[in-house]
């Protein structure tokens, strides 16, 4: 429909001049309130990844938390190399409390930057397409999906923290230098960072927007729907499904790079059960049929925490809980179900558009899944 | 050598044997007709000539390639289409994404990656005007009637344009009209594709059909004209001896 269309690119633009222009107009460029919103938007950004998996495919990966550990990893790997380059042998200091002589090989590489930025991509999209490929090919869908996701954070977590030596175990990897990209120094709590981090968010938004526009977003939803009557037009349903999956992943990893940016320093934490289902909870209230809503979705509740937990403090946990039990029964398709069940109101309202003939010679493939109870 | 052949095909659901070494030849462009009391294993033949279910013995060569081990997306891009007995449009897209899904000739993920529109003229003005769905090109398919639903999975048959279409039961539910409709679509297509048609309305069958394949407890029964079949007393016996069983079934 050529309205989902047009709404989906408002949206996009509405998204893109609140974040640019409104924001920092309303924080009056103050930079310790840039960092927080920043740290928002990279919120927004795994929970668009995940929308892209979840709300178009249908897979559910309730380890997205994964993919994006990896990428703060990857980030804080080279940002602590930088920092230890004057100590014992070049190698960071937590590697010398652990008796580790020579820094470890796979070590070596994230000297360079080059190698980081890639691999904060490629690595968590190579995990997700070793995973895909086990279970797209093997045919596993639904809860079964979930299960093994899950399963597989909760072991990527279990690794990271037992392996102390090579990755500063509990404690994560702290006392990072500050990231220097083309000679401009990333202050994480300057404006150009702030910028730096919305232009990524603005510019990930556009290359998932281009993914689900295309008839690959088409192909996904017809999946989502029968997966079988797919396999009968010729379509290789596991390719696109690992397809969705991989670039969900490499957009969680880049999440997850700017992540260290923004906090300057990488913890388990970030792979953790709780962290990772929090990123389904904002993604279902934003609305997973949307990328730019679940986007926002993310922005919002943790707009909200950061108001909250100060007043609740333990009790955040709680309500996220509770928010996320009256999402699923009172609206299943987030804020984004809200505002285009009145969108579609105020159109039956106006007669235009009724029963016109159609005179183009091509219509734009519409991109927003419709309604789905289960899940 | 016939566009498609089975040859001594089984197959088994636990003790029982759906189908039975069946043996089968369709030439060029030929529309066939495939009859049987239910249960006799028409829709089982289907499942194993579009790879919906495998084969414990026997072969299915297509186009002079052996296609039995092949998954079900790899023979559809072989070209052998299939419309299921229960209605299968995807009900949460509208009529032209429906369309666009079949329109199947390049399914790479990287070529779908590089479609962003919808053509509207060409093969998919000629198949609109068919089935006559232009006025409904934005409904969801789930908000369509029954025998546009109906036609919509016709148009995605015809917009996948597959060499070898396999129709379970086409007109059933369908009125009258619709069914005179549906015959003058097969008959166009006739020569140009190859048709394997399970249909249980006598009349229907008279208006399509050449040549007419009778299957009874995963065997075959009978071959021949409608005519001959109809002569048959070995079919009579096992199917058309009871017309009422026969016109109830579905
Ligand atoms: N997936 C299945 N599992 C077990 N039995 C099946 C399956 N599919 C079909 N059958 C059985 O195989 C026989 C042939 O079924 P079918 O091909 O649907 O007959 P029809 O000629 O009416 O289309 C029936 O006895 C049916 O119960
Ligand atoms: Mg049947």
């Not at chain 1, 008796?99 to 490629?122: D, K, M, Q």
């Not at chain 1, 388990?268 to 609305?287: E, Q």
């Not at chain 1, 159609?358 to 899940?375: G, I, Y």
């Not at chain 2, 919509?152 to 009258?176: H, S, Y």
Request: glycine residues 10%; aromatic residues 10%; hydrophobic residues 50%.
């Amino acid at each position: 429909m050529n309205t989902t269309f047009k709404t989906d690119i408002i949206g996009y633009g509405l998204f893109a001049a609140l974040i640019l222009f409104v924001v920092p107009w309303a924080f009056a460029f103050d930079g310790f309130e840039l960092n927080t919103f920043a740290r928002y938007l990279t919120l927004g950004m795994v929970a668009m990844a995940l929308a892209l998996s979840w709300g178009y495919a249908g897979v559910l990966n309730l380890g997205q938390a994964a993919t994006f550990g990896l990428g703060s990893y990857v980030m804080a790997m080279h940002l602590k190399l930088r920092a230890s380059a004057s100590s014992y042998n070049g190698m960071p200091d937590f590697m010398g409390w652990t008796n580790v002589e020579v820094l470890p090989w796979f070590w070596e590489p994230f000297h360079s930057l080059t190698f980081t930025l890639v691999a904060g991509l490629a690595l968590p999209a190579l995990v997700a397409w070793l995973m895909a490929v086990f279970m797209f090919r093997g045919r596993v869908t639904g809860v079964f999906v979930a299960i093994i996701t899950l399963a597989f954070l909760v072991a990527l977590q279990l690794v990271f923290i037992s392996e102390q030596r090579y990755t500063g175990g509990q404690n994560g990897l702290t006392g990072l230098a500050p990231l220097e990209l083309f000679g401009w120094r990333a202050d994480a709590y300057s404006t150009s960072f702030y910028y730096m981090v919305a232009g990524c968010l603005i510019t990930a938004l556009a290359l998932g927007l281009a993914v689900v526009r295309s008839k690959v977003g088409l192909i996904l939803r017809a999946i989502r729907e029968d997966a079988n009557r797919v396999r009968f037009f010729g379509y290789d349903v596991a390719r696109y499904e690992t397809l969705a999956f991989c670039v969900s992943a490499a957009l969680a990893g880049w999440a997850g790079m700017l992540y260290v940016l923004v906090l300057e320093f990488a913890s388990p934490t970030y792979m953790s059960v709780p962290f990772s289902l929090g990123i389904v909870i904002w993604c279902a209230v934003g609305g997973r049929e949307s990328l730019v809503a679940a986007a926002l979705g993310a922005v919002v509740v943790n707009m909200l925490e950061g108001r909250l937990s100060s007043i609740f403090v333990e009790g955040w946990f709680l309500f996220l809980g509770i928010l996320f039990i009256v999402v699923v029964l009172v609206m299943p398709r987030g804020l984004y179900g809200l505002f285009s069940d009145a969108v579609q109101r105020l159109q039956t309202v106006s007669p235009r558009d009724r029963g016109g003939k159609v005179a183009t010679k091509a219509t734009p493939l519409s991109a927003t899944p419709a309604v789905k109870e289960e899940n | 050598m016939g566009h498609l052949e089975l040859h001594n095909l089984q197959v088994q659901f636990g003790g029982l044997r759906a189908v039975d070494g069946l043996n089968l030849s369709l030439e060029q462009g030929e529309l066939r007709c495939l009859l049987g009391p239910n249960g006799a294993g028409k829709s089982t033949t289907l499942d194993l000539i579009c790879g919906k279910t495998a084969a414990s013995g026997g072969s299915v060569i297509f186009g002079g390639i052996d296609v039995t081990h092949m998954a079900e997306y790899q023979r559809a891009r072989h070209g052998i289409g299939r419309k299921f007995q229960v209605p299968s449009v995807f009900k949460d897209l509208s009529v032209i994404e429906n369309l666009e899904v079949a329109r199947s000739q390049h399914p790479g993920v990287l070529a779908s990656l590089r479609v962003f529109r919808s053509r509207l003229s060409g093969r998919m003005d000629e198949v609109l005007t068919i089935v006559g769905l232009h006025d409904h090109l934005h409904v969801k398919a789930g908000n369509l009637s029954h025998g546009q639903t109906q036609w919509l999975e016709i148009a995605m048959l015809l917009m996948q344009d597959c060499k070898l279409i396999l129709m379970d039961e086409p007109t059933a539910g369908m009125t009258v009209q619709e069914t005179l409709k549906t015959a003058d679509i097969f008959n166009s297509l006739r020569g140009s594709h190859t048709m394997l048609v399970v249909e249980h309305d006598m009349s229907f069958v008279r208006v399509i059909a050449e040549q007419v394949t009778v299957m009874d407890q995963g065997k075959l029964l009978a071959q021949g004209t409608v005519a001959e079949i109809e002569r048959d007393p070995k079919v009579r016996q096992a199917y058309l001896g009871d017309e009422e069983t026969a016109d109830a079934a579905s």
